[in-house]
């Protein structure tokens, strides 16, 4: 257990829908980050959180936003779903964004969109 | 730019030998950290083993153990004495110390391990 929450584990829906996924860190951390992995393009950086501020954009496409909380939690919210953005969705935290510290996922949310 | 390269898509190993899984990477930046993962079928990912770009031995967690060349820019995974449970996809992954990048994950491709009876 990697202490990183996220929920739902599964979710379904339809294109043009939106959602939103949980993410609770481990105790103590302070930094979240939001990963997406499809198989044609692997894993890849959406978003970075650290203590609530945003510090660090990646891939991640317009019609999806993301916040961190005063509690340390995260929300990743998906609009206007397409096919494409079916994937598994990651969570991960770590204490700050040091070279040595881990990030330490969650078991992820896999979003199907039929 | 930053770039992992894991030239493997698949290894089979049999149970109870040792299997490297190779990962090189690219980068000018002197500061970095190389991470190795996990990710069985259920999907979790699972942190195994950090070495970091000064670090001057290599990084061991039990069976897993880093072989870091600098030089030739490689961290390859070492697993000894695999198991049937080690049979999963293994993701190296970078860290960057400085610059706009700092705190994500840089992930390669990915390798199939099996491990077979």
């Not at chain 1, 939001?34 to 510090?55: A, C, K, P, T, V």
């Not at chain 2, 961290?75 to 996809?89: E, F, R």
Request: charge should be neutral; include cysteine; hydrophobic fraction near 30%.
């Amino acid at each position: 257990d990697s202490g990183v929450t996220q929920t739902p584990k599964h979710l379904i829906t339809a294109t043009g829908q939106r959602v939103t996924l949980r993410c609770s860190p481990r105790s103590g951390d302070l930094s979240v980050y939001w990963y997406q992995q499809s198989l044609d393009q692997g894993l890849q950086f959406l978003i970075q959180y650290y203590n609530g501020e945003e510090r660090a954009k990646g891939n991640i496409l317009e019609r999806f936003s993301a916040q961190q909380f005063p509690d340390l939690h995260s929300e990743l919210n998906l609009s206007s779903l397409e096919l494409g953005d079916s994937a598994l969705y990651f969570c991960a935290s770590s204490v700050g964004a040091g070279v040595g510290q881990p990030q330490h996922f969650g078991d992820g949310t896999r979003l199907s969109i039929l | 730019a930053q770039k992992i390269t894991q030239t493997q898509p698949g290894m089979f190993v049999q149970e109870k030998e040792a299997v490297t899984l190779d990962c090189t990477y690219d980068t000018s930046d002197p500061s970095y950290g190389l991470f190795w993962y996990k990710q069985p079928s259920s999907g979790e990912m699972i942190f195994l083993i950090y070495q970091g770009s000064y670090d001057q031995q290599n990084a061991t967690e039990g069976r897993y153990s880093l072989n870091f060349q600098k030089a030739r820019k490689s961290a390859n995974l070492v697993i000894s004495a695999s198991q049937l449970g080690d049979s999963a996809m293994y993701f190296c992954a970078m860290r960057f110390g400085r610059g706009s990048t700092l705190g994500r994950l840089y992930f390669g491709r990915g390798t199939q391990l099996t491990v077979w009876p």
